[in-house]
T-cell receptor, first 110, second 112 residues
Framework: EDQVTQSPEALRLQEGESSSLNCSYTVSGLRGLFWYRQDPGKGPEFLFTLYSAGEEKEKERLKATLTKKESFLHITAPKPEDSATYLCAVQLFGNEKLTFGTGTRLTIIP | DSGVTQTPKHLITATGQRVTLRCSPRSGDLSVYWYQQSLDQGLQFLIQYYNGEERAKGNILERFSAQQFPDLHSELNLSSLELGDSALYFC???????????FGQGTRLTVV
C-alpha cells in the first residue's frame, strides 16, 4: 500500500536554529511530491513541487529536496512566523489525488 | 489568499440532518478536490472532479455526494449526519487534473 510518513511529529527550535523535516514515501510511480504549510484552522498553503530525484526548490528560509525514497524540507535560521504544520503529499501517475502525510508541527521559540 | 472560496466558514447542525458545502475554484481551474481533516486522521481525500466529471474517488461515505457544475463551482452534500462527521472540509483546485492544488480556507462542520 502507498504510504507517506513524516518525521518528526513535532519539532521545537530556538529562533535561528536550522533543522530539517523528513517525508519518506513508499509508492509506485511517483509523479510529484508537494510541500504545504498549514496554520491552525486554515487551509494548506502550497510551497513547492518536486518531480525528480536530485531536484531542489528554495523559497526564503525554506529549501526542499527530493531523493528516490524521501524528501527533506530544510529550514535555515527560522523565525517565529515559520511556526506551522508542514505537510507533504504525493501524486502518482494514473492517480490524480494528493495523498498527504500527517505532518510535522514546527514551533519556533523567540 | 489562494483564490479558492468556500462557504460557509462554519456550520453547526444536528445529527441526522443534511448540509451542503460550496466551493468556488480559482479562475480558470478545471479540477476540484474535496478533503476531510479531522484531528485524528489528517487530510483524507474524498473526491475529485475535472471539468464537470468525476475523476477520482477516495474513502467517501455513501451518505456523502458531490458534483461540479458547468460554471465549475462544486458542492459537497453530506446527509444523515453523525457526530463523527464533525471535521474541517477543504476544497482545493488546480488548473489541470494533476499538479499542485490550491486550498480554500475550509468549512468547519460541527454535528451536535
Amino acid at each position: 500500500e502507498d504510504q507517506v510518513t513524516q518525521s518528526p511529529e513535532a519539532l521545537r527550535l530556538q529562533e535561528g536554529e536550522s533543522s530539517s523535516l523528513n517525508c519518506s514515501y513508499t509508492v509506485s510511480g511517483l509523479r510529484g511530491l508537494f510541500w504545504y504549510r498549514q496554520d491552525p484552522g486554515k487551509g494548506p498553503e502550497f510551497l513547492f513541487t518536486l518531480y525528480s530525484a536530485g531536484e531542489e526548490k528554495e523559497k526564503e528560509r525554506l529549501k526542499a529536496t527530493l531523493t528516490k525514497k524521501e524528501s527533506f524540507l530544510h529550514i535555515t535560521a527560522p523565525k517565529p512566523e515559520d511556526s506551522a504544520t508542514y505537510l507533504c503529499a504525493v501524486q502518482l501517475f494514473g492517480n490524480e489525488k494528493l495523498t498527504f502525510g500527517t505532518g510535522t508541527r514546527l514551533t519556533i521559540i523567540p | 489568499d489562494s483564490g479558492v472560496t468556500q462557504t460557509p466558514k462554519h456550520l453547526i447542525t444536528a445529527t441526522g440532518q443534511r448540509v451542503t458545502l460550496r466551493c468556488s475554484p480559482r479562475s480558470g481551474d478545471l479540477s476540484v478536490y474535496w478533503y476531510q481533516q479531522s484531528l485524528d486522521q489528517g487530510l483524507q481525500f474524498l473526491i475529485q472532479y475535472y471539468n464537470g466529471e468525476e475523476r477520482a474517488k477516495g474513502n467517501i461515505l455513501e451518505r456523502f455526494s458531490a458534483q461540479q457544475f458547468p460554471d465549475l463551482h462544486s458542492e459537497l452534500n453530506l446527509s444523515s449526519l453523525e457526530l463523527g462527521d464533525s471535521a474541517l472540509y477543504f476544497c482545493a483546485s488546480s488548473p489541470l487534473n494533476r499538479g499542485e492544488a490550491f486550498f480554500g480556507q475550509g468549512t468547519r462542520l460541527t454535528v451536535v
